[in-house]
């Protein structure tokens, strides 16, 4: 829920119970004040009974005038009747309805008579004047609470805009740019301090970013330096002619390990450039063209050890990723696939719109499939591969939020590449 | 045939002006950045090859200023970073080819000898050695006039071979120019085994004397025993 529609729900509730509440009490406060009202004139006319019956000794019907009237009933019981108050209604003639009344009962006894006298007066216009006073307040009260409603969702609004500012702004922050986030002055001062944070952090950022970047590309050039010399040294040196086998076969040595180490640095470092995010320019990859292309290119390689190519395709595998990684899975799955495989084996290609799997048949795995993805992790020790594919692999496809899969069943070893859906 | 290179590790400096001396290429080597812009504006070349990161300068530097010298230089860079970032701008901004380091010297000559070809130093669209005659626009192959065909992988290796004469070149070089560096080790060796097999054959079958010699543990040399 937006910040701006929370508030404006706070607001809105508040007001009803706000409005509920004044509303009841105004009611009921009016409503005592006009019964306080009447109640007062229905205590006066008692007197004035009583004056009268005190000055004739008797109580005459027609004296009284019509409005209040004033009826007597005998009392059976000689208790004194207590004075009370009390609503009722009467039917009228005129009007062919019911009409509230408030009444006064009280004891008072005429001619040695013991009677109850009740004295009604009518509450009508009582009840219109409390209905209107009621809501004309309400009314102005809804008015009032409208125009606060609407001029507070205003202030929020322009309150908050720095607010939101800033986080738009921080939505489109990007670490490859290289630099922090600039950010305005603000006039209040928690935004203030909330963009000066914010500026810290991000340049901070951008500036670690940067550091790492250029430590690891200092790095690999630093390494790189001195392998390039040992290797082009040891390649001058077999331009000699006078070395004996033994000797031969030791520079080799010293050359096939020269160009390991630089394979498995380059390895090292590419993933460190994943780790980093520094491949973040990507497109729309058809990952089953990618894969095709990889399998023409490599086609001599495979009659050479005699690999049979299976091509299913339902559909083609779209990511939206990096040019460089995607060739780079590609091609260390297949790789694997061929160098894996048994002699006269085959390797299948599987393609649809939400996969891609990659199977080769091959020797029975001594790990668990998944240990295989982890760096340095070798089905065989001794083999001379750097067992970083499979991990590269792995951080790619983590990195685009693809499920990598690895399946053993005997002979058949399979790779599924997979969008989540 | 004059060769700049600029590079400011001494060692590599040497072995590769020293590699392409051996092949007929006058080549000298610079350290610096101040030395290169100096040699260049001095004399001119039919090919520089620039590393990038030096201590004085950034390669790129020197590729813009020899760009408005002569714009008929080959420029090939070498550089320890392999980002495509420095390979594009490399190539936008006028050079011919990128190497990363660390390469072979084979190669690097390959590379050299491919560009001087496609800027058509020679004047001439052939390179002939003895009784093989290679068109490199048409890319067909003669021996004494008739022609052999190749796959492209022969085709291409047999060039690399012309660009090599008599340099000892080890399978990993020769896998790697074919197959680019992301094969593994092993199978390369068996498939430049493999395509060896087929081009000394295809080539003595039409009457061509074996240049091929193969050098025990390292690999092999082309040229005439």
Known sequence: MKLLARTNLYYIFFSAITYILVAGAFYLVIEYVVYQEVEKRLVVERHDFENFVGAHGMWEESCYFVENKITLSALRTLEPYVAEFKDTALYDRYSAQLVPFRQYSFPATIGGINYKVSIRKSLIESNDLLMYITGTMLILLSIGLLLLFLFQRRISKTIWKPFYDTLSKAKSFGLTKGKGLTLQQEDIHEFNELNAVLDKMTTKMALDYKNLKEFTENASHEIQTPLALISSRVEELIQQKNFTPEQMYWIENIHQSTLRLSRLHQALLLLAKIDNGQFYEHEHINLTSVAEKKLAEWEELFLLKKLAINIESSGNLVVEMNATLAEILISNLIGNAQKHNLPGGSITLRSSAKNLVIQNPGAALSKDPGQLFQRFAKQNQTSDSLGLGLAIVKRICETYDLTIEYTYQAPLHTITVSVPS | ?225
């Open chain 2, 1 to 225: 045939m004059k060769i700049l290179v600029i590079e400011d590790e001494k060692g590599l400096a040497e072995s590769i002006a020293a590699h392409l001396q051996k092949d007929g290429f006058i080549a000298e080597a610079v350290g610096t950045f101040a030395d290169a812009i100096e040699k260049i504006n001095l004399y001119s070349y039919d090919c520089i090859i620039v590393d990038l990161n030096l201590p004085d300068g950034v390669g790129f530097d020197i590729v813009n200023a020899l760009k408005k010298i002569s714009s008929s230089t080959g420029i090939i860079i070498i550089s320890a970073r392999d980002a495509l970032e420095d390979k594009i701008r490399s190539l936008e901004i006028g050079s011919d080819d990128y190497l990363t380091k660390p390469f072979h010297l084979s190669e690097l000559n390959a590379r050299v000898k491919s560009l001087l070809r496609r800027r058509n130093f020679g004047g001439s669209n052939e390179i002939t050695y003895n009784e093989i005659r290679v068109n490199y626009v048409s890319r067909k192959v003669f021996v004494d006039n008739t022609e052999v065909a190749l796959s492209r992988k022969e085709y291409d290796l047999l060039l690399y071979f012309l660009s090599n004469i008599n340099v000892a070149l080890t399978k990993a070089a020769m896998a790697e120019h074919l197959w680019g560096d992301n094969i593994d080790s092993t199978d390369s060796f068996d498939i430049v085994y493999s395509h060896i097999k087929n081009l000394r054959k295809k080539l003595t079958d039409k009457g061509c004397s074996d240049y091929i010699q193969s050098i025990y543990g390292i690999g092999y040399k082309f040229g005439e025993k």
